[in-house]
């Protein structure tokens, strides 16, 4: 920006003499949106990072409610320290200038587009059972700050909040908040997909407070910044049926880990390390074979295959033309995946995962490359290596250095096939598909074997539609 341009952000909406604590001083709110006045110090606060609301109260003073960074001495924007809740109180000089400030505070405030009402879906059940605390002491008072009308639904049990999301009336609400972990995001995306207004209501955004076991994408958000991120949406599909990731698919090694550690859910995400530890010593290898659109830059990975996915209970092309005019709901994305170029990769596999974020969870640095809204998936796979090795590699994993190791493959994908096979070391068992931390196909002699889930142990196909969704991100 040029010099004028800046001296134009600085020059003040408003300036005039207020009151505080008995003392007149000068209070200048500018175009920048940076109010500043005199106290036992000089103050300034950034309205758009810190100001949360204001309330007019009795005997004309104006109160500012604010998160503030903790500083001693003189405050400067800008400075670093821990967040602090602070009230600033204002008393203008005449009733003009009180009804004059309580607008151009107004005005300025809701330029910003924030959320005036959000429906919070809060999760009692995850990581350590710490939601309903998190939610009254550590979120609630900012959102009666900023004057935000709130609707809390606890969740009762599995996809509740899918079938809230699925009816709900979306006009009530600027945006939903899950105070969970990283599940409940996940059945508020199904539920809009499989809405009949989907176009639509997938634009509604969605914010989270970690409060569950791994919180992958809260911790991808706080690495990002912006108030607002388009998400890539990846379509799993097999036959008719249809699941909606936002996260991640894993089968092997990560979803074994994920999926079959829950029976120490009471360690808290410690459960995950302490597992791992386990799966690495007792190490199991998957028969199986991938196939994948590289992005480019990766086309040299795999060898050259044709288009050949046949999920089970396909359609045929008039059963798959009546089903799209009869479901509701999006149905992925319309690619024409015969026309793109196939690479393929056979096991054995000790690890297949996609990632859609960057972060697995709160220090699981999954997919270092990946990006909200790039319209890929990005490859992490492990194949045979030494016990020792992959120890070591696992222990990279907080801050992604892992997938440097010589027995990783990592690469971009627009589109992927998953054939699973049985285990190299007993071929009467099976694995475990793991989709967001949800298990979306099983196999033979698998944890929780006598549950059925949502797909069949089979060829499944995954596509990815760009910068689907939406979500609220810190700046």
């Not at 972990?181 to 539920?191: F, M, Q, R």
């Not at 390390?273 to 190490?283: G, P, T, V």
């Not at 222990?395 to 990592?410: Q, R």
């Amino acid at each position: 920006m040029d010099q004028g341009g800046q001296l134009d952000n600085l020059s003040p909406i408003l300036s005039d003499q207020v009151l505080v604590n008995g003392t007149a001083v000068p209070l200048t709110l500018t175009r920048d949106g940076r109010l500043r006045f005199l106290g036992q110090r000089q103050r300034c606060l950034a309205v758009e990072k810190e100001v949360l609301g204001f309330a007019v109260e009795e005997g004309s003073r104006i109160r500012i409610k604010a998160v503030v960074e903790e500083r001693e001495g003189i405050c400067c924007c800008g400075n670093r320290g821990d967040l602090v809740r602070e009230s600033f109180v204002f008393e203008p000089l005449s009733e003009d200038s009180l009804a004059l400030w309580s607008q151009k505070l107004r005005d300025y405030i809701d330029s910003l587009g924030r959320p005036k009402r959000l429906l919070i879906f809060l999760n009692p059940f995850g990581g350590k059972k710490s939601a309903t605390k998190i939610f009254s002491e550590d979120v609630k008072p900012y959102l009666e700050d900023a004057d935000i009308q709130i609707t809390v639904i606890e969740t009762k049990y599995q996809l509740h909040a899918k079938e809230v999301a699925k009816t709900m009336d979306l006009s009530k609400y600027d945006g939903i908040v899950c105070v969970s972990g990283d599940g409940i995001l996940v059945e508020v995306v199904n539920g809009l997909l499989e809405r009949e207004d989907w176009s639509a209501a997938i634009n509604m955004p969605i914010g989270m407070v970690p409060a569950g076991t791994g919180n992958g994408m809260v911790k991808s958000l706080l690495h990002a910044a912006g108030y607002k991120h388009s998400l890539d949406v990846a379509t799993i599909s097999q036959g008719k049926t249809r699941f909606f990731s936002v996260l991640m698919l894993a089968w092997g090694l990560i979803a074994d880990i994920d999926i079959e550690s829950e029976k120490y859910r009471w360690m808290g995400s410690a459960r995950l390390d302490f597992y791992a530890i386990q799966r690495i010593f007792h190490l199991r290898h998957y028969n199986g074979r991938i196939c994948f659109v590289p992005a480019p830059g990766f086309e040299d990975y795999g060898e050259p295959v044709s288009y050949h996915c046949k999920p089970t209970d396909e359609e045929s092309p008039k059963q798959e033309e009546s089903l799209k005019t009869q479901q509701h709901g999006y149905l992925g994305s319309d690619v024409k995946l015969e026309d793109m170029h196939w690479r393929t990769i056979s096991g054995p596999f000790v690890s297949v995962w996609l990632h859609n974020v960057p972060w697995g969870s709160e220090d699981v640095m999954a997919a270092p490359n990946a990006k909200f809204s790039d319209g890929y998936l990005d490859l992490i796979m492990v194949k045979g290596l030494p016990k020792l090795a992959l120890l070591s590699m696992m222990s990279n994993m907080n801050d992604g250095s892992h997938v440097e190791s010589p027995y990783v493959t990592y690469i971009k994908v627009k589109a992927f096939i998953l054939e699973p096979g049985t285990r190299v070391e007993d071929a009467t068992k099976e694995g475990i598909i793991d989709s967001d931390g949800e298990v979306i196909a099983r196999g033979n002699v698998t944890y929780k074997g006598n549950q059925k889930p949502l797909m069949a142990y089979d060829k499944v196909q995954i596509t990815v539609d760009q910068g689907l969704a939406t979500l609220f991100a810190p700046k």
